[in-house]
């Protein structure tokens, strides 16, 4: 392939990304989404069908042509690498929902062809990412459901058992078998008529009380929070999956506005910020000294009011006591001959 073609071709598919990656692209499918699924719900009224067939027809065929045209510049965008087009999944969803309307066995048959029209609403979820969030934490959920459903079942069936032998003979219609049990306390799990069903319990045992608060802490309230739980964990999963799908797409890094920082994590910035204080307090300026400037030294106390400093004598590697000893006797035979110096003087001028 020269290079001419090749650089004909990537302008195409740059310009295919740029129309893929505009907002007015993304919103314009989503309206076209929702006016094709009016349609399919409008052409279930016999009456709109006779007036407005024709109309319900041509949005039907604007629509197709719209999302098939919106295949081709998807597919643009790859053309680089057209086998990218297919390792997105969406992208072959959106094939397969497009493309088999049009083959020759499926237009004739209309309950397969409406279905297939409806399934173009799940094209939606491609558009937002939050939608996309949504999607991937219901599949990402089925195994927790699965667990959870069979939890409830063995609930269900425990508290069917218990509730036959209570009120099985009292009520046969609710609790005559563990089948209608099992179906009067699923209806119960929405705790809808659970007053009356407790009134009514209680005019036959007493246990019904103790059954039916067990029953509705267990099943209503623990159950229920179990499910939430399983559905928010799938979703944050699913959160983090986008994110790396999306950093991987793009090469950056996506801020999660969302996540703040744990204790341990602030604790640690604190320590962080105290330890830089504490090895920035040696730097710190001097009392008095303003920083840069000279030091401000009082009258009558610099180097010419105190007099010459004294001689200092080395006294490295002597004991402490040795030094001090010295330092005394070094005193007195100065004071000494400070004072034959002053009787000189006073001799000499007498002298003279």
Request: proline share 5%; net charge positive; glycine share 10%.
């Amino acid at each position: 392939m020269t290079p001419a073609v090749l650089s004909r071709r990537h302008r195409l598919a740059d310009t295919c990304q740029a129309l893929v990656d505009a907002s007015w692209f993304g919103l314009t499918s989503f309206v076209l989404i929702v006016v094709n699924s009016l349609a399919l719900g409008l052409e279930t009224y016999g009456r709109a069908v006779v007036e407005a067939g024709a109309a319900l027809r041509a949005i039907e065929y604007a629509c197709l042509s719209f999302f098939v045209l919106e295949l081709l510049v998807r597919f643009g965008a790859h053309l680089r690498r057209p086998a990218g087009f297919f390792r997105d999944r969406w992208n072959v969803f959106d094939l397969l929902i497009v493309a088999t309307p049009l083959l020759p066995g499926v237009r004739e048959n209309v309950t397969l062809l409406r279905l297939l029209r409806l399934a173009r609403i799940v094209r939606a979820f491609r558009l937002f990412p939050s939608l996309r969030v949504i999607l991937i934490g219901i599949r990402r959920s089925l195994p927790g459901l699965g667990s959870f459903l069979l939890v409830t079942v063995l609930v269900l069936y425990g508290y069917a058992m218990l509730g036959w032998m209570l009120f099985g003979t009292a009520f046969p219609q609710r609790y005559g078998t563990v089948g209608q049990a099992m179906l009067t306390l699923f209806l119960l799990l929405s705790l809808d008529g659970i007053t009356d069903t407790l009134q009514a319990g209680r005019e036959v045992t007493e246990w019904a009380v103790l059954y039916y608060v067990s029953y509705m802490v267990t099943a209503c309230y623990l159950l229920t929070n179990l499910l939430v739980g399983v559905v928010l964990n799938a979703l944050e999963e699913a959160h983090q999956e986008e994110r790396a799908a999306t950093e991987r797409t793009t090469g950056r890094r996506v801020p999660d506005d969302l996540a703040e920082p744990s204790v341990h994590q602030q604790l640690a910035q604190l320590r962080a910020i105290i330890t830089d204080l504490e090895r920035r307090l040696p730097e710190a300026p001097a009392m008095g000294r303003p920083p840069g400037g000279p030091v401000q030294v009082a009258p009558g106390d610099g180097p010419e009011a105190r007099g010459p400093a004294p001689a200092r004598r080395h006294t490295h590697g002597q004991p402490a006591g040795r030094r001090g000893r010295g330092k005394r006797k070094a005193a007195s035979t100065g004071t000494r001959s400070g004072g034959g110096k002053s009787e000189s003087s006073v001799e000499g001028v007498r002298r003279g």
